[in-house]
């Protein structure tokens, strides 16, 4: 086991292949995008779970994971960035112990965008994080995702 988080979900293992191959994994199920600008990381306080989170989400029906990732960098962060990275996928076990697997993307910039939150939002607030200083709760399993994929 490479993480566990406070929810009970458990990063299980890092699968290194192509994009195209995601497809031979069955229950694919979320996508990651995380987001540098510069030498930081966009995360977002989520306010109903009380911590700060990478940008994920779930991958709806007839979606590419990849267009999950895109789509939920912008409902989360207001960031509209198309320029991703596929950099693998996770096995992870949720709280319940079913197996899934989460893909993950890498995207960057040059400035944050603005971001204005309004009721329909996930996230709180967004912030640059530079993975040391520290702002509180952040989930352990996307700390180990962003540190196996961006070093």
């Given amino acids: 086991m490479l993480a566990r988080n406070k929810s009970g979900w458990k990063l299980i293992e890092y699968i290194d292949i ?9 229950n ?3 996508a990651y995008a ?4 510069a030498d930081k990381y966009v995360v977002g306080y989520n306010g109903w779970r009380k911590q700060w989170e990478f940008p994920a989400g779930g991958i709806d029906e007839g979606e590419t994971a990849r267009e999950a ?11 509209k960035n198309e320029m991703l990275e596929f950099k693998g996928l996770f096995k ?3 709280a319940k112990g079913n197996i ?3 893909a993950v993307f890498v ?8 971001f204005e939150h309004s009721d329909n ?6 912030r640059l994080w530079d993975m040391q200083e520290d702002i509180g709760y952040v989930d352990e399993c996307d700390v180990k995702i962003v540190q196996m994929v961006c070093g």
């Avoid at 995380?34 to 600008?37: D, G, T």
């Avoid at 990732?69 to 960031?79: M, P």
């Avoid at 939002?121 to 967004?126: K, S």
């Fill in 121 to 126: 939002d996930e996230m709180n607030e967004l």
């Fill in 18 to 26: 192509p994009e195209e191959d995601i497809k031979q994994y069955r």
């Fill in 100 to 102: 899934k697997y989460q």
């Fill in 34 to 37: 995380i987001l540098r600008v």
């Fill in 92 to 94: 992870v076990e949720d």
């Fill in 28 to 30: 694919v199920t979320g």
């Fill in 69 to 79: 990732a895109i789509r939920e960098l912008y409902e989360e962060t207001h960031q």
């Fill in 107 to 114: 995207c960057y910039q040059e400035e944050l965008l603005p």
